[in-house]
């Protein structure tokens, strides 16, 4: 059976009346507004909403495999904009014609996150994050109401930048790292990165978080094997010019921040981007330093947090926030099943 699945608060709250005007009259379904509603009589899903919705129904554990006929109604629609960019305003029914058009539904990867002493674990379809991203997250809900659109995140990330995060991290399944020299993948001998970090964001199936913001592009040019995740992470100490943690030296790494960030506007480019010996930064990579971007590809994380490093303990999954406790850890694995799957 099919179903409607519509959140009337996502983005700018006009989901209902785009699917009374364009979505309804070419489809024949139920509809329900909370994701309740569905159990035990679905096995297709017009969703209406952000990547939250898409989140909060893939957690919900469906007992049956569950195919998604997605209308981006939300902020950023990281899903959508990775499956069907080029995305124009007036594009929002392409994934109904799929399925009308009887199209073959495309799996959907799933990370699978754990957290100390909770008993539920989290699914994801497009990103699982700490550091910068989660922050930016949990402080944007503030000024969801004045900013309801992107513009928040960016006020968000202006509030954040200066801060580092002390953890550490362990690497799992076979470890791979991008060599912006070769555009390969190589191998990568260690399993377990010291911070602070600035960065650290994993994601599935998406290769952009916005339209326009396309933090790991690779995942669309150099195809990941079924089971992984890429990872994008800044590390402030592989700067040339800063070898110890300061107050002048998170102030002074602000600009390498903005610049990294802003190459992902520029269709990915910060993951060419090296250092020259000075700290500058080759946005062509054509100076053989050290990346700025370490992007990683592997089986999954365990993000280990400094006890007294409070910031370090927010998570982001798929834009909802959750809180490690003290001395506890977030591990990530991408699951081998597919469940879900959307389409295209």
């Known amino acids: 059976m099919l179903v409607a699945l519509i959140n009337p608060a996502s983005g700018d709250s006009t989901a209902p009346a785009f699917f009374e005007k364009h979505v309804f009259p070419r489809l024949h379904f139920d509809h329900t507004i909370y994701h309740q509603h569905y159990h035990h009589i679905a096995d297709t899903v017009v969703i209406g909403s952000g990547d939250g919705t898409i989140h909060d129904l ?23 904009a990775s499956l069907f960019h080029p995305v124009q305003p007036q594009d929002r029914l392409r994934s109904v014609d799929a399925y009308l058009n009887k199209s073959v539904p495309i799996p959907l990867s799933i990370a699978r996150t754990t957290i100390t002493a909770s008993q539920n674990p989290i699914l994801s379809v497009v990103v699982v994050s700490t550091s910068l991203h989660a922050s930016i997250l949990h402080h944007s809900e503030a000024l969801r109401k004045e900013h309801p659109g992107l513009e ?42 010291q911070g602070p970090f600035v960065y650290f964001l994993s994601t599935v199936n998406v290769d952009r978080l916005e339209p326009a913001f396309r933090i790991s592009p690779l995942a669309r040019t150099i195809p990941p094997p079924i089971s992984t995740c890429d990872i994008v992470i800044i590390r402030p100490l592989r700067h040339p010019s800063i070898s110890a943690d ?36 080759d946005e062509k990579g054509e100076h053989q330093g050290p990346s700025v971007v370490e992007y990683i590809r592997c089986a999954g994380w365990e993000w280990i947090p400094d006890p007294d490093d409070h910031n370090a303990h927010l998570l982001c999954a798929d834009g909802s926030i959750f809180h490690i406790p003290p001395h506890g850890t977030a591990t990530t694995s991408i699951l081998e099943d597919h469940p879900y799957s959307v389409y295209t």
Do not use: M
Request: a positive charge; glycine letters at 4%.
């Open 246 to 281: 300061s107050t002048q030296s998170r102030a002074d790494f602000v600009a390498t921040t903005w610049k990294t960030l802003t190459g992902a506007y520029a269709d990915g480019a910060h993951v060419h981007f090296t250092y020259r010996p000075d700290g500058s930064i």
């Open 152 to 193: 928040r995140f960016k006020i968000a990330a202006e509030q954040n930048a200066p801060h580092w995060y002390n953890a550490s991290v362990k690497l799992h399944g076979k470890v791979e790292i991008y060599d912006p020299s070769s555009n390969s993948f190589v191998s990568h001998p260690e399993n377990t990165l």
């Open 58 to 80: 893939i957690n919900a554990k469906y007992p049956l495999p569950l195919k998604l006929v997605i209308v981006p109604s939300g902020t950023a629609n990281a899903l959508y």
